[in-house]
């Protein structure tokens, strides 16, 4: 097949066309080049900027692909632009979504039919303008453009929170290089709480079977929900420490400080519940976490990646605070 990528060359877009290449796809990546670029010489890379319109949509011309996966649609400037353009030239249009679409939602586990949140009204002027309270909204109409342009001939992919080699946000890295250092480690809640995150590579091969197999609809994208304590045993924690949710309330941690933790009952905490049954129906495989984490581990490259965590003098202080009760 001749696949088209919006986007490619950063985290899933790199493991997106290694499961394309390896299923021997023709694979052409549209992007602005601005990004370090580790794709294969194979891959056709052709130059734009959907923030441009119309205009910068001119490296598309003329050409026609069996599908197109968007990886990189964040605003409806974007998206429209490009759904627009490939209208009658891809056979099929796979956008790139998020749970953060169905906003906090109460009732669990959360499946494709769950209510969305509104969709966003108007536009952003960038990317750069995206932010924590726009983007479900703004995912939300982002889908609700490809789905009018294209219909009857998409796909809507709502992945959880995602990782795996090469993720430069480092959220997972972060608690491994934690455990590694040693000595007393802050453990979030009393172990009770719920995680859950998808391999990249599992994301990445089911992205292939949806344009190989010509599926549409929506689909949920999880991986296995662990408690927290079962996660602080995978990292290898040597002295985990558990504080209480609440006192990490009142301490204002700010989300880099001690990443991927929502309190069960905590804001958008639903999101940490999410069914992934369609998927798997259709074809979805999910890998051990265990395993993922220790190819993590093992990744020398991704070590050099930020790994956000809170200041060593803050979390013994936190530590110190749970043990004085």
């Known amino acids: 097949m001749k696949l088209l990528l919006l986007g490619g060359t950063l985290f899933i877009g790199r493991h997106v066309v290694d499961a394309l290449l390896a299923g021997g796809h023709a694979v052409t990546v549209f992007n602005r080049g601005h990004s370090p670029d580790a794709l294969p010489a194979a891959v056709e890379r052709l130059r734009g900027d959907r923030d441009e319109g119309a205009a910068g949509l001119r490296a598309l011309d003329g050409r026609r692909w069996d599908a197109c996966i968007d990886l990189s649609g964040y605003t409806t400037r974007q998206v429209r632009a490009s759904a627009a353009a490939l209208q009658g030239r891809v056979g099929r ?30 536009d952003v002027a960038s990317t750069d303008d995206v932010n924590g309270d726009n983007y479900g909204p703004l995912k939300v109409a982002c889908e609700d453009l490809v789905t009018a342009l294209h219909p009857g001939r998409c796909a809507v992919l709502r992945p959880q929170i995602v990782f795996g080699p090469h993720d430069p946000s480092g959220r997972v890295a972060s608690w491994l290089r934690r455990a590694e250092r040693g000595g007393p480690m802050l453990a979030p809640g009393d172990g009770r709480d719920h995680l859950q995150m998808i391999d990249v590579r599992d994301l990445a091969a089911f992205v292939r079977r949806v344009v190989e197999d010509g599926m549409g609809g929506a689909f949920n994208l999880a991986g296995p929900r662990v408690g927290w304590s079962t996660f602080i045993d995978l990292i290898g924690a040597p002295e985990p420490a558990w504080v209480p949710a609440a006192l990490l309330r009142d301490a204002g941690l700010a989300f880099n400080e001690l990443p991927l933790y929502r309190p069960e009952h905590g804001p958008r905490a639903g999101l940490m519940d999410v069914s992934a049954e369609r998927a798997l129906a259709a074809g979805l495989q999910l890998r051990d976490l265990a395993a993922s ?23 013994a202080a936190l530590i110190e605070r749970a043990r004085r009760g």
């Open 93 to 122: 249009y796979v956008y790139v979504s998020a749970v953060m679409a169905y906003g906090d939602p109460q009732l669990r586990p959360v499946r494709e039919t769950h209510p969305r949140v509104a969709p966003w009204r108007g």
């Open 293 to 315: 984490l220790r190819d993590l581990r093992d990744l020398r490259a991704d070590r050099a990646a930020p790994a956000p965590w809170m200041a060593p003098e803050r979390e």
